[in-house]
């Protein structure tokens, strides 16, 4: 009896050894905390220093659930780069139909609002060169700053900008991402001084544009006009 007891004692596993009972998710659900998790690791290291078994360690999930929900490093980094995407041009629709320069400035809080909210999968969106920037990664990036141009010209009343034009908010838009990644590296600038600070860099940048191009400086008078109207 005693050693039967004494064998069911070494069989029962140590409570520090005891790994937390996994939960049940939905599909749905499962596939968000695998991308989060894989987020998370892509924000700070390259996606090629990312392993499946990095994720799933991470996730609290086996690395044959990754595999399952995915099929492997690539698709699962082509997926969670889409979800940050979608999240975040769904932050970029218009809200209001005030000024341009109030619209613009409003569309800097909601961008930066996601920036805060979801710091890995802004950073995991745009971290690397422009060697990272082909293929479905590359189509996923260009939607973002495709649909944030779109919605610039749009305050702006523009329907078809000239090249100085498009090179400015091009221009721009590059100035906002960087930003809003050294905002989350450092953070020692107040959040409303920043958006304060790009949209003077917007009226800044169009100013020494309209140097270059009638069509700029006419649109410029017309921001500064209903500015101050």
Same mark, same amino acid.
Request: net charge negative.
């Given at each position: ?95 209001? /139909? ?7 400035? #409003? ?13 890995? #999968? ?17 189509? =996923? ?11 610039? @010209? ?12 498009? =090179? ?19 953070? /020692? ?10 949209? /003077?860099? @917007?009226?800044?940048?169009? #100013? ?22």
């Amino acid at each position: 009896m005693g050693s039967t007891s004494g064998a069911a004692e070494q069989a029962k596993p140590a409570a520090g050894d005891a790994r937390p009972a996994r939960r049940r998710l939905s599909v749905d659900r499962r596939r968000e905390e695998l991308m989060a998790a894989a987020l998370e690791l892509f924000s700070r290291r390259d996606a090629e220093d990312v392993s499946i078994d990095d994720v799933a360690s991470a996730a609290g999930a086996s690395r044959a659930l990754v595999y399952h929900y995915f099929g492997g490093k690539q698709e699962l980094y082509v997926a969670a780069l889409k979800s940050a995407a979608a999240q975040l041009e769904a932050r970029l629709k218009p809200h209001e /139909d005030g000024r341009p320069l109030d619209e613009l400035a #409003g569309g800097l809080t909601r961008y930066f609002d996601f920036v805060e909210e979801h710091a890995a #999968g802004f950073a995991a969106l745009l971290r690397g060169g422009p060697a990272n920037r082909s293929g479905d990664i590359g189509e =996923i990036v260009d939607s973002v700053r495709n649909r944030l141009f779109i919605l610039i @010209m749009k305050q702006m009343r523009v329907e078809e900008p000239g090249p100085a034009l498009r =090179i400015t908010l091009r221009s721009w838009i590059a100035s906002v991402e960087t930003a809003g990644l050294d905002w989350l590296e450092h953070r /020692d600038i107040e959040r409303p001084a920043l958006e304060r600070m790009l949209v /003077d860099h @917007m009226v800044a940048l169009l #100013g020494v544009a309209a140097k270059h191009d009638p069509q700029v400086g006419e649109l410029l008078d017309n921001l500064i006009r209903e500015q101050a109207s």
